[in-house]
């Protein structure tokens, strides 16, 4: 399956962004989805992720309350909205489809078999 992320960019901290990623190749709506980001000399680390219906979603406690994973299987294309952005933030962020389908909230990159190209999200202080 192929991801591309697009609509990163730079911000003001504080300020709000949405990334998107539009997948292809498989059957999307069958497939949790996951965004996970890699800052400078760091891991990369999980984001959100969400099932496959969009009912359920989960959130690192570093970003909870603050981005919403959604979807839109009609499009094939999973979002994350970003609000009162920090500069710890900042990274590269990678949406991610995983090796199995199931109704699931997979966490850990190693069960993500696609990943996207990544797209640099800037927050500035």
């Known amino acids: 399956v192929q991801l591309v992320e697009s609509e990163g960019g730079l911000v003001q901290a504080g300020g709000s962004l949405r990334l998107s990623c539009v997948a292809s190749?498989?059957?999307?709506?069958?497939?949790?989805m996951g965004w996970f980001r890699q800052a400078p000399g760091k891991e990369r680390e999980f984001v959100a992720v969400?099932?496959?219906?969009?009912?359920?979603?989960d959130y690192a406690d570093a970003v909870k309350g603050r981005f919403t994973i959604s979807r839109d299987n009609a499009k094939d294309t999973v979002y994350l909205q970003m609000n009162r952005l920090k500069p710890e933030d900042t990274a590269v962020y990678y949406c991610?489809?995983?090796?199995?389908?199931?109704?699931?909230?997979?966490?850990?990159?190693?069960?993500?078999?696609?990943w996207g190209q990544g797209i640099q999200v800037t927050v500035s202080s």
């Open positions: 190749g498989r059957i999307f709506s069958q497939y949790a």
């Open positions: 991610a489809f995983p090796k199995t389908s199931a109704n699931w909230l997979p966490r850990c990159a190693e069960v993500y078999a696609s």
């Open positions: 969400i099932n496959w219906s969009g009912e359920s979603t």
